[in-house]
């Protein structure tokens, strides 16, 4: 039993070693040509995704924290990841060892200087920055497939050169005017015996508590600075306009409280005109709510004639088919409606698994244009064929108006015959 227990023992201590010494890279998801942007954007989704307050008693998500913590400590600082790439686990100890400036820090430390916070989510007793909403442009053609698109937006970030403090040595002292209250009190004598106290921000700490002896050269001391940030966003078929993607602590950072939330709305990009001679394939299209709109414009004898076929090019490419046969009349403002031609239905549930019977419909409107004078022999044509008919009903074409009514059945019907 002895025997077998030291098995199991070597075994485990085998495995922890192993777990211990997983490659940073593969923790992040990361190839090892990734840039900082992308090092720093796996760390963003990674640690909100392990974080302990969204896993509550999960063990294992708090390794894993743990685990995207260190990875991140190592490969966001150019020199320690050198060490790292070159000698691997190891170097990073012996730099440790020989009293290099690599050691881990606390997780939550990390992760509240990433987002601007205390380490944990929600706290009651941390301020919380104001909640930050842009809009974003979508094609209604992204709309119909999903895409994922990307954007930027000048973010405040805590400044990574000293660390939020403000100071190029990261020290930060006790303002000797205010003793570290950031107020000071100002007592005025307003007449023998009588005083007023008035309580301003200290001008020495700028309100703050604290003074630095040299100035950090990136923030000018202000602790934060403000840099191009890229946000990715993936837009779910057939999802609604004016949709809001909330990416929670991921507005504006600062040392002082907690990010709020950055709030991304998607609207619709304005449809190219109609008149627009440059207009793409698929500007014609119009949404409302799971259903989608076309006018096609037709001419005078394609409306009154029929016997034509067009070919409408759909947001994903593929053609839908509108014809109508010879004699089949088309009424000026008619609307043809083709079930499962419309937007794809979005689920809450996020599946994007769509079959045709989950789309809405698309709604045909006929524009019909008058030519600006008639074609050569159609004047003739059209009113011989009234003649005929109205001869052939006995119409007294003398007290006739001269101008044909609307035809009924019986008219329209004798018309294409003759035609």
């Not at 720093?40 to 989704?45: D, E, F, T």
Request: net charge negative.
């Amino acid at each position: 039993m002895r025997a077998v227990g030291a098995v199991l023992l070597l075994l485990i201590s085998i495995l922890q070693l192993a777990f211990c010494s997983e490659d940073f890279y593969k923790i992040l998801g990361l190839k090892r040509d990734a840039n900082d942007r992308e090092i720093k954007s796996a760390y963003r989704q990674l640690s909100k995704k392990f974080h302990p307050d969204k896993n509550p008693g999960d063990e294992t998500a708090k390794e894993k924290f743990v685990e995207v913590s260190q990875a991140y400590e190592a490969l966001s600082d150019a020199n320690t990841r050198k060490i790292y790439d070159q000698y691997g686990h190891d170097g990073l100890k012996r730099h440790q060892q020989q009293g290099g400036s690599h050691r881990h820090h606390d997780p939550f430390d990390i992760f509240g200087r990433f987002f601007g916070g205390g380490g944990h989510f929600g706290q009651p007793s941390e301020r919380r920055g104001h909640n930050l909403e842009l809009r974003v442009q979508i094609a209604l053609r992204d709309f119909y497939n999903g895409q994922t698109v990307e954007f930027t937006w000048e973010k405040q970030e805590i400044c990574e050169h000293c660390d939020g403090t403000g100071a190029e040595d990261k020290v930060v002292d006790t303002c000797d005017r205010c003793g570290g209250r950031g107020i000071v009190i100002q007592k005025h004598m307003l007449a023998p015996g009588m005083f007023q106290q008035i309580q301003t921000h200290c001008d020495q700490c700028g309100g703050r508590g604290k003074s630095v002896k040299r100035v950090c050269p990136v923030c000018q001391g202000q602790r934060v600075i403000r840099r191009p940030t890229p946000v990715s966003v993936t837009i779910q078929r057939g999802v609604a306009r004016d949709t809001r993607i909330v990416y929670e602590n991921e507005a504006d950072a600062s040392p002082d409280y907690v990010a709020g939330d950055l709030i991304v709305t998607l609207s619709e990009k304005e449809p190219i005109p109609e008149d627009n001679p440059e207009k793409v394939d698929g500007a014609n299209f119009r949404r409302r709510g799971n259903d989608l709109f076309w006018k096609e414009i037709i001419s005078l004898r394609e409306a009154w004639m029929g016997d034509w076929t067009r070919n409408v090019t759909h947001l994903d490419g593929h053609i839908v088919k509108v014809e109508r046969e010879r004699g089949q009349v088309v009424q000026p403002g008619h609307v043809e409606t083709i079930t499962n031609e419309g937007m794809p239905i979005w689920h809450e549930d996020g599946d994007s698994v769509y079959h045709k019977t989950e789309f809405g419909n698309l709604y045909i409107e006929y524009v019909i244009v008058l030519p600006d004078q008639m074609e050569s022999g159609m004047e003739k044509d059209f009113w011989s064929l009234w003649q005929k008919w109205r001869g052939k009903n006995g119409v007294d074409l003398h007290k006739d108006s001269g101008r044909p009514g609307r035809p009924n059945l019986a008219e329209r019907d004798f018309i294409h015959e003759e035609l």
